[in-house]
């Protein structure tokens, strides 16, 4: 059974940095594309950042120039590096497959308050 484990979240000011971790236990993902997502209380899941491969990456508009996703297929994790971060960006935050095809794990929560 493929499962994620996210971690790495916590209470952070504004302006400040998280680098979130995920790991999947049960398949090797080097083969996948994958993303992390996020959800805010009372919004729906989105995407936030995807690895299309080992060098291709996407992000979506309101992360781009502040957040970095990173993988290492090696050791089945996805990382996700989170800076000048702003309240906006309080959310619970997953990682799945790129279109999510997987179980969801628990997520992280991230928040950003002062």
């Known amino acids: 059974q493929v499962q994620f484990v996210e971690s790495g979240g916590g209470l952070v000011q504004p302006g400040g940095s998280l680098r979130l971790s995920c790991a999947q236990v049960?398949?090797?993902?080097?083969?996948?594309?994958l993303a992390w997502y996020r959800q805010a209380p009372g919004k729906q899941r989105e995407w936030v950042a995807r690895?299309?491969?080992?060098?291709?990456?996407e992000y979506a508009e309101s992360v781009k120039g502040r957040f970095a996703i990173s993988r290492d297929n090696d050791n089945n994790l996805l990382f996700l590096q989170m800076n000048n971060l702003i309240p906006e960006d309080t959310a619970v935050y997953y990682c799945?497959?790129?279109?999510?095809?997987?179980?969801w794990g628990q997520g992280t929560p991230v928040t950003v308050s002062s």
């Open positions: 690895s299309l491969s080992e060098v291709t990456t």
């Open positions: 799945n497959r790129h279109p999510p095809s997987l179980a």
């Open positions: 049960g398949s090797a993902f080097r083969y996948y594309r």
